[in-house]
């Protein structure tokens, strides 16, 4: 990874006028990608995710700002460099949008036809881009005798075609069932480790971005609200639909629903308190619940846990009742914050988030 | 066996043949000239319809409001009222040949439509990634729209076709001959019903051989 910035968004914004109504799709948005990135999207249907990264490749042209893509400046180009830009930026959809009436190959072979190479160049490149996404048996079949996940493989295919430098992938894996979503985030992965391909990835699940992304920027009515690596945002959400993604991804809120509707028989009191105990890294691996003990007499009645390695930085959450002397309680929850974890007091009446 | 029920059309073959070679002339020379038109058109109309890939609001509502007008007049009206316009480009305003000049403009807007229809069904998120990977608008019209709709436009073709041998019936309102001229002013006039019965059999038989062989064909480049 360079810090080398291929995509540069300015102060873009889209405004819709559809039958006397203005609706902004995007407000105000900056957002740099550098080079080999995976750059996550995240926001709610309507967040503005998708029109954004249309302006990427000017699918839409945004109301102002400015769009730079590898150093050209996209908003100024003539129709004809607009196109020649655009090989160089592969997209790929929700919905796969193939070409039902051309056989696999031919979906492939598809972009290639404006190219300079021959037509025995141009069979071996598409033979070469469905082995790379391991479809080479499948080349004389129909896109409707094909899975989902396969169907997204051939376009992955076919934006790949023009060796583009950047992939924009929108909601790729949202109608494909959780095993073939891993896949196929999995080939992304490998694509921009292999391929040195920069991805765009826009989606509504966390558990994507978790699984490849090494930034996030999250999306709310238009706007940037909260962006930055991966680790940061999880391990220190600012903002609250911020927290509620993460909260979804590593499924603590499914827990905390749980636990709040057992909250009577939990026994809470001064003597017994419910956190959560959140920390990343190196911290993850000391014994802590044992040291709580040896040192405080607290002991630690774990409710839930989880541990996600994120970029390979091990990042966990507890959720514990921890029983002892208030004073000792006290300590104890000092001893944690010395330690680098981040503890919150958790009440069973207030809603989970 | 022939002789018996059909008495006054066995001593008619040459009629027979020769009125099927006019509507069979009409219809192919209509066809060509009509689909040409009635498809440029129709392309016409869904790259430039609102959020189509040359949106044009101007253009669109012309071609629109035209299709529409041609569509409103009654094709034996038409048959009279474009005489004017026959006599300019084919020399004559009756006869076979003039015939096709009213049958183009009675059935081109009606193939527009079609097509209109037809390449409506083409997923706008295909166009979209045909445009993603640098397609200009001819290389989205021809290589995207026209093969992507095939097999709605076949459909859409054999249904011009159909409603167009139709249309040459009335072509015998200006001299233009055919089955349906053969029909009526034979057949009918002179009370030999089976005259008008053997003329309507070969239509059905035309426009049978046209259904299947479309259907077959359709049924082949549909990988939907």
């Known amino acids: 990874m360079t810090n080398e910035a291929i995509i540069q968004l300015k102060d873009i914004d889209v405004t819709f006028h559809n039958?006397?109504?203005?609706?902004?799709?995007?407000?105000?948005?900056?957002?740099?990608?550098?080079?080999?990135?995976?750059?996550?999207?995240?926001?709610?249907?309507?967040?503005?995710?998708?029109?954004?990264?249309?302006?990427?490749?000017?699918?839409?042209?945004?109301?102002?700002?400015?769009?730079?893509?590898?150093?050209?400046?996209?908003?100024?180009?003539?129709?004809?460099?607009?196109?020649?830009?655009?090989?160089?930026?592969?997209?790929?959809?929700?919905?796969?949008?193939?070409?039902?009436?051309?056989?696999?190959?031919?979906?492939?072979?598809?972009?290639?036809?404006?190219?300079?190479?021959?037509?025995?160049?141009?069979?071996?490149?598409?033979?070469?881009?469905?082995?790379?996404?391991?479809?080479?048996?499948?080349?004389?079949?129909?896109?409707?005798?094909?899975?989902?996940?396969?169907?997204?493989?051939?376009?992955?295919?076919?934006?790949?075609?023009?060796?583009?430098?950047?992939?924009?992938?929108?909601?790729?894996?949202?109608?494909?069932?959780?095993?073939?979503?891993?896949?196929?985030?999995?080939?992304?992965?490998?694509?921009?480790?292999?391929?040195?391909?920069?991805?765009?990835?826009?989606?509504?699940?966390?558990?994507?971005?978790?699984?490849?992304?090494?930034?996030?920027?999250?999306?709310?009515?238009?706007?940037?609200?909260?962006?930055?690596?991966?680790?940061?945002?999880?391990?220190?959400?600012?903002?609250?639909?911020?927290?509620?993604?993460?909260?979804?991804?590593?499924?603590?809120?499914?827990?905390?629903?749980?636990?709040?509707?057992?909250?009577?028989?939990?026994?809470?009191?001064?003597?017994?308190?419910?956190?959560?105990?959140?920390?990343?890294?190196?911290t993850a691996d000391a014994p802590l619940i044992t040291e709580l003990y040896k040192r405080y007499s607290v002991v630690s009645n774990i409710l839930y846990g989880n541990v996600e390695i994120l970029q390979d930085t091990p990042l966990g959450n507890l959720i514990v009742v921890m029983a002892g002397e208030p004073d000792q309680l006290n300590e104890a929850w000092t001893y944690c914050e010395d330690a680098g974890i981040n503890v919150t007091q958790l009440d069973p009446n207030s809603e989970v988030a | 066996m022939l002789a018996k029920y059909f008495p006054n059309a066995v001593t008619m073959k040459g009629d027979f043949i020769q009125a099927t070679w006019e509507t069979l002339y009409m219809t192919f020379f209509t066809a060509v000239v009509a689909g040409i038109i009635g498809m440029a058109i129709g392309i016409g109309l869904i790259v430039t319809q609102p959020g189509g890939i040359l949106e044009n609001r101007v253009v669109y509502n012309i071609l629109d409001k035209l299709v529409n007008l041609c569509r409103s007049i009654p094709f034996v009206i038409l048959l009279a009222v474009i005489a004017p316009l026959t006599r300019l480009i084919v020399g004559t305003a009756i006869g076979t040949t003039a015939a096709i000049v009213p049958l183009v403009i009675g059935s081109a807007p009606f193939y527009a439509r079609q097509i209109q229809n037809a390449l409506a069904e083409v997923d706008r998120g295909v166009i979209e990634a045909a445009e993603s990977v640098g397609s200009g608008p001819i290389a989205i019209i021809f290589r995207v729209y026209l093969r992507e709709g095939l097999p709605d436009i076949i459909r859409s073709s054999v249904l011009t076709l159909i409603s167009l041998i139709d249309l040459t019936a009335m072509a015998g309102a200006i001299g233009g001959g055919g089955l349906g001229n053969l029909a009526i002013n034979v057949g009918y006039s002179r009370f030999e019903s089976d005259v008008t019965v053997g003329a309507m059999l070969i239509i059905l038989v035309i426009v049978f051989a046209i259904q299947l062989i479309g259907d077959f064909w359709a049924r082949k480049v549909d990988h939907a």
């Open chain 1, 19 to 282: 039958k006397g109504q203005t609706v902004t799709a995007v407000k105000n948005v900056s957002l740099t990608v550098n080079r080999g990135d995976i750059y996550g999207v995240v926001g709610y249907s309507g967040a503005g995710k998708s029109t954004l990264v249309r302006v990427i490749n000017r699918l839409q042209r945004p109301t102002a700002g400015t769009v730079e893509v590898s150093g050209q400046n996209i908003l100024d180009l003539s129709s004809k460099e607009l196109r020649t830009a655009r090989t160089k930026i592969g997209m790929i959809f929700q919905h796969f949008n193939l070409m039902t009436s051309r056989t696999i190959a031919d979906n492939v072979d598809y972009p290639l036809k404006g190219s300079k190479l021959s037509r025995a160049e141009r069979k071996q490149k598409v033979a070469h881009l469905l082995d790379l996404v391991g479809l080479s048996e499948k080349a004389e079949d129909y896109p409707a005798q094909l899975s989902g996940g396969q169907k997204q493989r051939v376009a992955i295919a076919r934006a790949l075609a023009n060796d583009p430098e950047i992939l924009i992938s929108d909601e790729a894996t949202s109608a494909l069932d959780p095993k073939t979503t891993s896949s196929i985030l999995e080939l992304l992965k490998r694509l921009n480790k292999e391929l040195g391909l920069t991805v765009v990835l826009i989606t509504h699940e966390m558990e994507a971005v978790k699984e490849i992304c090494n930034k996030v920027a999250v999306m709310d009515a238009g706007e940037i609200i909260e962006r930055g690596d991966l680790v940061t945002i999880f391990s220190k959400p600012d903002k609250p639909l911020t927290q509620d993604f993460i909260n979804t991804a590593t499924q603590i809120n499914q827990a905390m629903e749980k636990i709040y509707k057992q909250a009577g028989t939990l026994g809470l009191d001064d003597h017994h308190i419910l956190v959560q105990l959140q920390y990343v890294g190196a």
